[in-house]
């Protein structure tokens, strides 16, 4: 350490939480207040399985991420082909109804044609 400037230790760089409070009271400037080697040797032994588990993940993680990329692909085309269904079937739907107007429609037309021949005759 050069001076008074300390280097930082943010959450993002992985290191757990009880060998990010070691390594900053490492950096007291006051001597007194720092712990002693042996301190920090007995503390990083009482965390050592933690440590060690932090480093398996870390190797893990490259792979997970390709793993969780692989069900992002998947989920994505899974929403895309539910999506055209569901266009696919509100075209459907949209068709029938057209039908179901266009057949009302031409009852009615019908049915005035009707009443306009009856009412023709009736004269």
């Known amino acids: 350490m050069r001076g008074s400037k300390k280097p930082s230790v943010s959450k993002e760089n992985e290191v757990p939480e009880t060998v990010r409070k070691i390594m900053t009271e490492c950096w007291i400037l006051k001597s007194e207040e720092r712990p002693t080697f042996e301190e920090v040797v007995d503390r990083l032994e009482s965390c050592k399985e933690e440590v060690l588990l932090l480093q398996l993940q870390l190797q893990l993680q490259p792979q997970q991420k390709v793993e969780d990329l692989e069900i992002v692909r998947r989920l994505k085309e899974e929403l895309k082909i539910g999506t055209k269904r569901q266009q696919d079937e509100v075209e459907v739907q949209r068709r ?28």
Not at 98 to 113: V, Y
């Open 96 to 123: 029938k109804a057209q039908d179901r107007l266009r057949d009302r429609m031409n009852e009615r037309r019908k049915e005035q044609e009707i009443k306009s021949a009856k009412a023709g005759r009736g004269r």
